[in-house]
């Protein structure tokens, strides 16, 4: 994505968020996520809202909101982003406002990853980690890796940590890279 | 007789007299005319020495000016001789930079070839480690080793 697009993207969350923000619940949040990962990996389908009837528009967006279970505030927000010919932003729009209501409410979010499975104790004691040292309520995303070889990842938009073979690995193999 | 004589000497002393003064008119038109044309020739005589004047300083002039391109013609010929002499040391250095350019672009392009060689060794070695370790820890008590023990750390720095 350019930075323009990026930019602009970053505006019209912002401008959604001014107008609807306090009205979107931690259970929005999670839907918004979802939806700008699907459409992020699906992004031909955002080419289904180029019609031309505004009929035709409307249907769409309904489906669209009920499909991945949307408020209804953001069906202007597609309208607009169908008027002026912009619907490939949404993934990033709708990933810009999950960040915006993460800010709002003082949370963030880490996706973790570990192999072998940690246990609920054990992800508990990772959640108390990020808790304590941001200050914020951690709000998280769990998935088993076996690519990690052994060990956990956390990370988030700004934060990383990582404990794992293949990290150490990467970094023996990067430090011989330098050397030579 | 005697009236036709002095008629005749009347006639011939009017005839002298007309001479006379004839003369003198002429002597003096010729005197004039000659002062004229003697002031012409003075002039005449100037005007060739102011020439001969300028012909002289024209030619003085043109020994300086023979002399100056003589000189510059001098200048030019050594110039010409240092700027081959400098396009030669030019070209000869020009010829040893593109040598040094080219053996060191070959120390370059082996280093760049032993080092994507070494690169390519480095990341078959980390996909082959990769692989093994995977194998290893497919044993889960040893990656629950490995797991609890990140957790260790973690909470450790977390105590600290």
């Keep these: ?180 | 007789m005697i009236k036709l004589f002095f008629a005749w000497l009347n006639f011939g002393i009017i005839l002298a007299l007309g001479y006379y003064v004839y003369q003198r008119w002429f002597k003096a038109q010729l005197h004039l005319a000659i002062q004229t044309k003697k002031n012409q020739l003075q002039g005449l005589q100037n005007q060739v020495g102011s020439l001969e004047n300028q012909i002289k300083e024209l030619s003085i002039d043109l020994v300086l000016q023979q002399n100056k391109a003589t000189d510059l013609v001098t200048k030019l010929q050594l110039w010409q001789t240092c700027f081959v002499a400098k396009q030669a040391q030019q070209a000869d250095d020009f010829e040893k930079i593109q040598i040094k350019i080219e053996y060191n672009n070959q120390i370059k392009l082996q280093n760049l070839s032993l080092g994507l060689a070494q690169k390519a060794i480095l990341a078959e070695t980390l996909f082959q480690t990769n692989n093994l370790l995977r194998e290893k820890f497919e044993n889960l008590d040893q990656a629950n080793l490995i797991l609890k023990d990140a957790l260790t750390k973690l909470n450790r720095s977390a105590g600290g």
């Design chain 1, 1 to 180: 994505m350019g930075m323009v697009n990026a930019n602009l993207s970053i505006k019209y969350a912002k401008a959604f968020f001014n107008l609807y923000g306090a009205q979107l619940e931690l259970a929005d949040f999670w839907l918004i996520k979802k939806a700008a990962t699907i459409l992020a990996k699906n992004r031909a389908v955002l080419d289904l809202f180029n019609l031309h009837s505004e009929v035709e528009q409307l249907n769409l967006n309904r489906v669209f909101l009920k499909y991945f279970k949307l408020p209804e505030s953001f069906s202007k927000l597609l309208t607009m982003l169908q008027k002026h010919k912009r619907t490939f932003l949404l993934p990033d729009i709708l990933s810009e406002i999950s960040e915006l209501c993460l800010s709002y409410n003082r949370q963030l979010f880490f996706k973790l990853t570990a192999y072998p499975a940690l246990s609920e104790v054990e992800i508990g004691q990772v959640i108390d980690y990020l808790e304590k040292n941001t200050n914020k309520q951690i709000l998280y995303e769990y998935y088993q890796d076996q690519n990690l070889i052994a060990g956990f990842k956390m990370q988030s938009r700004q934060f990383l940590y990582e404990d794992t073979i293949k990290c150490r690995l990467q970094k023996i193999h990067r430090k011989l890279v330098r050397q030579n």
